[in-house]
Each structure stands twice: as structure tokens, then as C-alpha cells.
């Protein structure tokens, strides 16, 4: 978006547009490509899904392994949610809208996880 104020700017210094209407179609055509220009940079495709994620990450501590192996058993939903959350350091409402969920689902999601977590832990602490 950014960029497209921009390049407005400095469009309108070089040469005024004819009417406003020239001028919003401008500003639409402009952001369209900027957007495809941003969708097709190498950012978006070094990105990969996190099943991808390795399940051997490398912690100091052994209990900090074994807690990420167990994170990457859980189910796809409270995993994601979990990772965003714990690991990757994304807000509730960040997490919510990089998974197209609500919130509150976001906050269940890692209530649940959480549970799940504690048990599978203290059976593998037992043992």
C-alpha cells in the first residue's frame, strides 16, 4: 500500500491527472500490481507449511525437545496454533487472522492443545 501512495505522489508531481475519475482508476490499476508484484517475490516462496517443520529442532535443553516433539504430534489445528503462538511469538488476534479463525476459537485451540500437552507430558514423565 505503501508503495502505491508513492508512486501517486510522485505521479501527480511529473503530470497532473486529467479528472479524478483518470486518477482512481490509476491508483487501482497501480495496487493491483503492486500486489502481484509482491505475490510473486522470493519472500513468499522460500515460505513453506509447517508440517514441513522439522520434528528434530535443536533446544539446549532435552525437556525443551521433548516438549517440541510433542507440539508436533498434536493435531494440525492446536499444533499451528500453538507454534504461532509460543514459538513464532504471534498475538492471539495475529494467530486468529493467520489461521482464518476467530479469536476466542484461537484461545480454545491452545486451551485444549495446552491440556493435552500436560497429559501427554506427564505420561511420558512417568515412564
Do not use: I
Not at 504461532?84 to 485444549?112: H, I, N, P
Request: charged share 30%; proline share 6%; aromatic share 12%.
Amino acid at each position: 500500500m505503501q508503495e502505491t501512495l508513492l508512486k501517486l505522489f510522485v505521479a501527480a508531481e511529473k503530470q497532473p491527472f486529467d479528472s479524478p475519475e483518470h486518477e482512481r482508476y490509476w491508483v487501482v490499476r497501480v495496487a493491483v500490481n503492486e500486489c502481484r508484484r509482491l505475490l510473486r517475490s522470493p519472500w513468499r516462496r522460500r515460505t513453506g507449511p509447517l508440517e514441513e517443520v522439522p520434528e528434530t529442532a535443536v533446544f539446549d535443553q532435552p525437556a525443551q525437545s521433548e516438549l517440541f516433539r510433542q507440539v508436533m504430534a498434536l493435531p494440525p489445528k492446536y499444533r499451528a496454533a500453538v507454534y504461532l503462538y509460543y514459538y513464532e511469538d504471534y498475538s492471539v488476534r495475529e494467530t486468529a487472522e493467520l489461521m482464518g479463525a476467530k479469536a476466542s476459537t484461537v484461545q480454545t485451540w491452545l486451551m485444549r492443545a495446552r491440556g493435552q500437552l500436560k497429559l501427554k507430558l506427564k505420561e511420558a514423565e512417568s515412564l
